[in-house]
C-alpha cells in the first residue's frame, strides 16, 4: 500500500471535509446525469462522493474506496446524514479496485495521483472498471505551481521540504501539470485537460488555510516523515508554521493553489 504522506491528523481532515463537488470537481459535473454508476477513488470523508452522488439521483450508484477504515466510517456517516441512498463506501487500493471490468460509467479520483509511486498503473487500473465510452476524471494540485503573498521568513522554506518528503514516499507533488501525460501514458487517447484554482484571501479562509497546513508542519505525518527523513528539524518546522501564521495575519495575504485536472473517454 503506497504511504499517505499527509496522514489522517485533523490538520488535514479539515482540509478534506472543506472540498465538495463544486470547488473540486467542477470538471465533471457536466458530464454527470441521473441513473450513472460512479467510483469515487481515496474518497477521503466523503464530502465530495455524496455531492457526486446528490447530481446522479435518482437512479444513480456511488461507491466511495479509500485505504483509511476510519474516514470511510466518516464517509458513511457524512452520506448518513445528507439522507443520501445508492451510496456505499469500501476499504480499497487504487492499484487492485475489488471491481469487475466495465462496472463503472464514471471513475474519480481528487489528490489521490499525486500520492502513488506509479500513477500511471493507477489510471489502467481505473480505465479497467470504467464502462467503454464512459468517464475517467482526476484532478489533482501541483505544489511547484503554489504563489502567495506576502512571504514571510520561514514561507519561502516549507514547500522545497514537503516536495521532497512527498518524493522520497514516491509520490510527486507537482503532479496537476502531469496529468494529461500520464493518462497517455496509461492508454487514454480521448484526454480533455483544464486547471483551475483553490484561492484562500479573506481573514477567515487564511486562518483556516494556515492552520491545515502549518499545523501539518508541527503536527502530522508530513512533520515526522520530514524528519526521519532528514530534510527539516522539528525546529525548522516551527519555523515555517511561524511563517504561515505571519502570513495569514497579513491584511494582503493571498494564496494560490493550482490544479490540473482531465476527463479521459475509456
Known amino acids: 500500500m503506497p504511504?499517505?504522506?499527509?496522514?489522517?491528523?485533523?490538520?488535514?481532515?479539515s482540509s478534506h471535509r472543506w472540498r465538495t463537488a463544486e470547488n473540486s470537481a467542477a470538471h465533471?459535473?457536466?458530464?454527470?446525469?441521473?441513473?450513472?454508476?460512479?467510483?469515487?477513488?481515496?474518497?477521503?470523508?466523503?464530502?465530495?462522493?455524496?455531492?457526486?452522488?446528490?447530481?446522479?439521483?435518482?437512479?444513480?450508484?456511488?461507491?466511495?474506496?479509500?485505504?483509511?477504515?476510519?474516514?470511510?466510517?466518516?464517509?458513511?456517516?457524512?452520506?448518513?446524514?445528507?439522507?443520501?441512498?445508492?451510496?456505499?463506501?469500501?476499504?480499497?487500493?487504487?492499484?487492485?479496485?475489488?471491481?469487475?471490468?466495465?462496472?463503472?460509467?464514471?471513475?474519480?479520483?481528487?489528490?489521490?495521483?499525486?500520492?502513488?509511486?506509479?500513477?500511471?498503473?493507477?489510471?489502467?487500473?481505473?480505465?479497467?472498471?470504467?464502462?467503454?465510452?464512459?468517464?475517467?476524471?482526476?484532478?489533482?494540485?501541483?505544489?511547484?505551481?503554489?504563489?502567495?503573498?506576502?512571504?514571510?521568513?520561514?514561507m519561502d522554506r516549507w514547500r522545497p521540504v514537503y516536495q521532497a518528503v512527498a518524493r522520497g514516499n514516491g509520490g510527486e507533488p507537482d503532479a496537476g501539470r502531469r496529468l494529461p501525460s500520464w493518462a497517455r501514458r496509461a492508454g487514454f487517447t480521448d484526454v480533455t485537460a483544464s486547471a483551475s484554482v483553490w484561492c484562500y484571501s479573506t481573514p477567515e479562509e487564511r486562518e483556516w488555510w494556515s492552520d491545515s497546513w502549518g499545523g501539518r508542519l508541527l503536527h502530522s505525518e508530513v512533520a515526522d516523515h520530514a524528519v526521519s527523513q532528514g530534510h527539516a528539524t522539528r525546529e525548522e518546522l516551527a519555523e515555517f508554521h511561524a511563517g504561515w501564521k505571519a502570513w495569514a495575519a497579513a491584511e494582503d495575504g493571498w494564496f494560490g493553489v493550482p490544479h490540473g485536472e482531465i476527463i479521459c473517454r475509456a
Open 3 to 13: 504511504t499517505y504522506t499527509h496522514g489522517h491528523h485533523e490538520a488535514v481532515l
Open 28 to 154: 465533471l459535473l457536466p458530464h454527470l446525469r441521473p441513473g450513472l454508476s460512479v467510483l469515487d477513488v481515496g474518497c477521503g470523508p466523503g464530502t465530495i462522493t455524496t455531492g457526486l452522488a446528490e447530481r446522479v439521483a435518482p437512479g444513480g450508484r456511488v461507491v466511495g474506496v479509500d485505504p483509511a477504515a476510519s474516514v470511510v466510517a466518516e464517509a458513511a456517516r457524512e452520506a448518513a446524514g445528507r439522507g443520501l441512498a445508492g451510496v456505499t463506501f469500501a476499504t480499497g487500493d487504487v492499484h487492485a479496485l475489488d471491481f469487475p471490468d466495465d462496472a463503472f460509467d464514471v471513475v474519480h479520483a481528487h489528490q489521490v495521483l499525486q500520492h502513488l509511486p506509479d500513477p500511471v498503473a493507477a489510471l489502467r487500473e481505473m480505465r479497467r472498471v470504467c464502462k467503454p465510452g464512459g468517464v475517467v476524471a482526476a484532478r489533482d494540485a501541483d505544489f511547484g505551481g503554489m504563489i502567495w503573498y506576502p512571504d514571510p521568513p520561514g
